[in-house]
């Protein structure tokens, strides 16, 4: 049997957390459809080629290779050229604004179904006016759960048009190498205590920061710290205190190897987050404020709870504290046994199944996929509460009623 085609479009974000989620979930269509990733992120090359996953890579706007508008126009025709030629019945868009050009292929594509996967935990920032409006441009939209949404402020809570899901993550249990053979496989020492700094470097406050932690690391005797960059600044000079050393390793995806670490210290971004608690990795969260992503909120839900170790991005004194405090074993063993309390992340899982369900050439009928959407949002709506579930369902009554009348009468 044929596997139905998935387009999956991601933008070129704050960090490659868009990416990310979409592979997460392409890895949980594998089986039973074929997903192509269609990312403006360079590193889609490298990220396909791990997972086994098709992939195109198209140049975003910030290059500047083009004007506006042409860009739209470029975008739109690359996705309808690969609709054409892949027969795809299912379009999803994993960022934070659907572009025009993601738009107008989807008015010239109309047999086709767009889903705008948009992640939850925004900042009060003026994108979230135009929300209504953005949603009602796409067929679907869903919201990958997040493990701290308790603490979510921002303008995407409360709406009514979002089937919302359990955390997305790429670290699947199944699929992740022990300690011994992760570290086996990075080359590291199987004796030393092993510490990951995932933080990024190249401007002057990633770079304190940077120099904070590996400050506080450094009184850690016999660590082998590791990360994914050389740690130098955004002149270019050394970041590494005299007599620390740092091993830099590059690999794809950190989540099947993330057991070779004793301790984490990384951004508060929603992959990172919901990698290290499921994986039981402790982990010290300093919140990076670019974007739309409100890590401090996610951050702060964490600590509060007892899951991660938090640093006020702000503060170089107490990140070097913070990172110091991972040192101490029983630390790092209380928060592991807190990160147990924390039910399995399905959200990938969930959203390939509503993804098969909508690409399925057997069920063609606009009416019953419908049908099937609006129980996904029901759902959804009893875990929001029963204010969000009245909501949602004069909401969805009245988008039923047009539903039927359109596909009645079409031509009106």
Same mark, same amino acid.
């Given at each position: 049997m044929k596997r139905p085609a998935v387009i999956m479009i991601t933008s070129n974000g704050v960090g490659a957390g868009h990416l990310i989620r979409a592979s997460a979930?392409?890895?949980?269509?594998?089986?039973?459809?074929?997903?192509?990733?269609?990312?403006?992120?360079?590193?889609?090359?490298?990220?396909?080629?791990?997972?086994?996953?098709?992939?195109?890579?198209?140049?975003?706007?910030?290059?500047?290779?083009?004007?506006?508008?042409?860009?739209?126009?470029?975008?739109?025709?690359?996705?309808?050229?690969?609709?054409?030629?892949t027969d795809a019945k299912v379009v999803t868009f994993d960022g934070v604004v659907p572009y025009p050009g993601i738009l107008a292929a989807k008015f010239r594509r109309p047999g086709v179904s767009f889903i705008w996967i948009r992640r939850g935990m925004w900042q009060k920032k003026p994108q979230g006016i135009a929300?209504?409006?953005?949603?009602?441009?796409?067929?679907?939209?869903?919201?990958?759960?997040?493990?701290?949404?308790?603490?979510?402020?921002?303008?995407?809570?409360?709406?009514?048009?979002?089937?919302?899901?359990?955390?997305?993550? +790429? #670290?699947?249990?199944?699929? @992740? =190498? &022990?300690?011994?053979?992760?570290?086996?496989?990075?080359?590291l020492s199987q004796e030393k205590s092993t510490v990951l700094v995932q933080l990024g470097v190249g401007e002057r406050d990633l770079d304190d920061r940077v120099s904070a932690v590996l400050r506080g690391l450094s009184k850690w005797p016999d660590v082998e710290i590791v990360m994914a960059k050389e740690p130098r600044?955004?002149?270019?000079?050394?970041?590494?205190?005299?007599?620390?050393?740092?091993?830099?390793?590059?690999?794809?995806?950190?989540?099947d190897v993330i057991h070779a670490?004793?301790?984490?210290?990384?951004?508060?971004?929603?992959?990172?987050?919901?990698?290290?608690?499921?994986?039981?990795?402790?982990?010290?969260?300093i919140a990076n404020n670019r974007g739309t992503d409100d890590q401090v909120a996610r951050?702060?839900?964490?600590?509060?709870?007892?899951?991660? +170790? #938090?640093?006020?991005?702000? @503060? =170089? &004194?107490?990140?070097?504290?913070?990172?110091?405090?991972l040192m101490n074993h029983e630390t790092r063993l209380k928060l592991t046994q807190m990160c147990q309390r924390i039910p399995r992340f399905e959200g990938d899982r969930e959203i390939a199944s509503m993804i098969k369900m909508l690409s399925n050439e057997n069920?063609?009928?606009?009416?019953?996929?419908?049908?099937?959407?609006?129980?996904?949002?029901?759902?959804?709506?009893?875990?929001?509460?029963?204010?969000?579930?009245?909501r949602r369902f004069a909401n969805s009554l009245l988008r039923f009623a047009a539903i039927v009348y359109r596909t009645i009468f079409p031509h009106k």
């Open positions: 979930i392409a890895r949980r269509l594998k089986e039973d459809a074929r997903p192509i990733i269609l990312s403006m992120a360079y590193s889609v090359v490298e990220v396909s080629t791990a997972l086994g996953i098709e992939s195109e890579f198209v140049p975003g706007r910030d290059k500047g290779l083009m004007g506006r508008r042409k860009w739209d126009e470029y975008l739109r025709d690359r996705i309808c050229a690969l609709i054409d030629e929300l209504s409006l953005q949603s009602k441009l796409m067929d679907y939209v869903i919201e990958p759960g997040d493990v701290a949404r308790e603490y979510d402020k921002g303008p995407t809570k409360d709406r009514v048009e979002a089937v919302l899901t359990s955390p997305v993550s +790429l #670290y699947d249990p199944e699929k @992740s =190498l &022990s300690k011994k053979a992760a570290r086996k496989k990075l080359g600044s955004h002149k270019g000079e050394p970041l590494v205190p005299r007599g620390v050393e740092v091993k830099v390793i590059r690999h794809f995806p950190l989540a670490f004793d301790a984490i210290v990384c951004a508060a971004g929603y992959n990172s987050v919901h990698e290290v608690i499921p994986a039981k990795i402790p982990t010290l969260l951050a702060k839900w964490c600590e509060d709870y007892e899951l991660t +170790l #938090y640093a006020d991005n702000e @503060s =170089l &004194s107490e990140i070097e504290v913070k990172a110091r405090d069920v063609s009928s606009l009416i019953f996929k419908r049908m099937r959407y609006q129980r996904f949002l029901a759902q959804s709506a009893i875990e929001r509460g029963i204010g969000y579930a009245i």
